[in-house]
């Protein structure tokens, strides 16, 4: 059953709305289209409440009721997701996010998009510490070597990732470079157990970035976070810290992505 947010409705809220929402939520991650019955059920919700709120529901196309009486998300919610695509631009948020939160400032922080077996860096914000590399937008490397690609790849199944990487494996970067694909597959296992990803000196030597992947509002990842730092601080308290505030920066991009854990 998936998670429904609780039908009382929160103080100071209008709880007509709140449970119009509920229902929309309930509908839309069922697998099966539920019943009239099947939703009171569910949300605990009056009868009397729930009719009328599907009524409503169907009459502005939110939802559409079949002759069997069960209901689907309308056509109207397409509008809006739409609507949200149109107004959300990952760099941009990115890019806002970094000044609202200064938490990780005295790191190079990153952000790049997969592409075959290869990421595009779309973003960058630069700290004042000499690393010895420049990232630069629109620069391509090798995803099995980077934070980013590794921290994308953790979120995808053995099969995606399979697919991606079916060709020619990358020539190395630096004698840290993961050499084969069962290596890479041993990173990721670690990399999904810890929660982020970290680079090694594998594009650099070094230099080690640790990576987060962001997801958008349909559970799909869509782009890795990475901060890099020079291998001489990365002691692995350092590490730790710095890769779970990582993840809290890329929890905060995937929810103005629309995420919703």
Same mark, same amino acid.
């Given at each position: ?57 169907? $009459? ?6 079949? $002759? ?118 041993? $990173? ?59 993840? $809290? ?13």
């Amino acid at each position: 059953m998936p998670k429904i947010l609780s039908s009382e409705p929160a103080t100071g809220s209008a709880p007509a709305l709140r449970r119009a929402v509920h229902i929309l939520d309930l509908v839309s991650q069922l697998t099966t289209p539920p019943t009239f019955t099947e939703i009171v059920d569910t949300l605990g919700l009056p009868k009397s409440s729930v009719h009328g709120l599907c009524a409503t529901l169907v $009459e502005l196309g939110l939802l559409i009721r079949s $002759e069997a009486g069960t209901y689907r998300l309308g056509p109207h919610t397409m509008s809006w997701a739409n609507g949200f695509l149109r107004q959300t631009d990952l760099v941009a948020e990115f890019q806002q996010l970094l000044n609202e939160r200064q938490e990780l400032s005295q790191f190079t922080v990153t952000l790049t998009v997969l592409e075959g077996m290869q990421v595009i860096y779309l973003a960058c914000a630069n700290s004042n510490r000499a690393l010895g590399f420049t990232f630069r937008i629109g620069m391509r490397l090798p995803a099995p070597f980077t934070a980013t690609g590794k921290a994308i790849l953790s979120a995808l199944s053995d099969q995606e990732i399979s697919q991606r990487l079916s060709g020619q494996w990358p020539a190395p970067l630096t004698p840290h470079s993961v050499a084969t694909y069962n290596e890479l597959m041993t $990173e990721l296992a670690e990399a999904r157990q810890r929660g982020f990803s970290v680079d090694n000196g594998q594009i650099r030597d070094g230099m080690l970035c640790i990576g987060a992947p962001v997801y958008d509002f349909s559970g799909n990842v869509v782009a890795g976070l990475a901060v890099s730092m020079l291998e001489l601080e990365a002691t692995a308290e350092a590490i730790d810290q710095t890769g779970h505030r990582l993840v $809290e920066l890329s929890k905060k991009l995937s929810a103005r992505m629309g995420n919703r854990p």
